[in-house]
T-cell receptor
Framework: AQSVTQLGSHVSVSEGALVLLRCNYS??????LFWYVQYPNQGLQLLLKYTSAATLVKGINGFEAEFKKSETSFHLTKPSAHMSDAAEYFC?????????????FGKGTLLTVNP | GAGVSQSPRYKVAKRGQDVALRCDPI?????LFWYQQALGQGPEFLTYFQNEAQLDKSGLPSDRFFAERPEGSVSTLKIQRTQQEDSAVYLC????????????FGPGTRLTVT
């Protein structure tokens, strides 16, 4: 079974600092990988996705992620944090094979941005 | 256009009560998904519909959980004889098709069982 591990349940950065949220996956085949953001009392919003094209994926709100097969990682970065980036972030992998509609999520990383 | 909507947004139930949670997907979306998000956890897959057909219910935690989508649009997740461990946010998502298209999530229903 595929799984996702997010290192760090809580990350705190200063406004303007680099944001780095870590995600490692386990999969026996090349996966589809996603990052979602969840603001309080809202649903999940897709930030970006990797679908085996370019390994560096650019998403919305200035976020990007790099797929590294050798490290089985898909870390999310943003060069300069903004107060509005404070939210919970989830990494997810989509199953391969017959059930390739099902998303498996990590436990999430809460990002706080300090002024 | 309108996104995925869910109602109620908050539900408090006494242990043993039955509850029904509603999901209105984006118009024209063929696929619909339910996920359960416990406190401090990521969402976990419950079930998947393609039109009115329930193609996968492998994530439903017990036979107290039942989902339906009779006309291929609105879906209802029913939980019978609620238990405290059922307390969670229940998320609904829809997509144009099932396998390769983006899932759009609703705001969720927060269920608290007392």
């Amino acid at each position: 079974a595929q799984s996702v591990t997010q290192l760090g349940s809580h990350v705190s950065v200063s406004e303007g600092a680099l944001v780095l949220l870590r995600c490692n996956y386990s999969s026996s085949v090349p996966p589809y990988l996603f990052w979602y953001v969840q603001y309080p009392n809202q649903g999940l919003q897709l930030l970006l996705k990797y679908t085996s094209a370019a390994t560096l994926v650019k998403g919305i709100n200035g976020f990007e992620a790099e797929f590294k097969k050798s490290e089985t990682s898909f870390h999310l970065t943003k060069p300069s944090a903004h107060m509005s980036d404070a939210a919970e972030y989830f990494c997810a992998v989509r199953n391969s094979g017959g059930s390739n509609y099902k998303l498996t999520f990590g436990k999430g990383t809460l990002l706080t941005v300090n002024p | 256009g309108a996104g995925v909507s869910q109602s109620p947004r908050y539900k408090v139930a006494k242990r043993g009560q039955d509850v029904a949670l509603r999901c209105d997907p984006i118009s024209g979306h063929v696929s619909l998904f339910w996920y359960q998000q416990a406190l401090g956890q990521g969402p976990e897959f419950l079930t998947y519909f393609q039109n009115e057909a329930q193609l996968d219910k492998s994530g439903l935690p017990s036979d107290r959980f039942f989902a339906e989508r009779p006309e291929g649009s609105v879906s209802t997740l029913k939980i019978q004889r609620t238990q405290q461990e059922d307390s969670a946010v229940y998320l609904c998502a829809s997509s144009i098709s099932g396998r390769d298209s983006e899932q759009y999530f609703g705001p969720g229903t927060r269920l608290t069982v007392t």
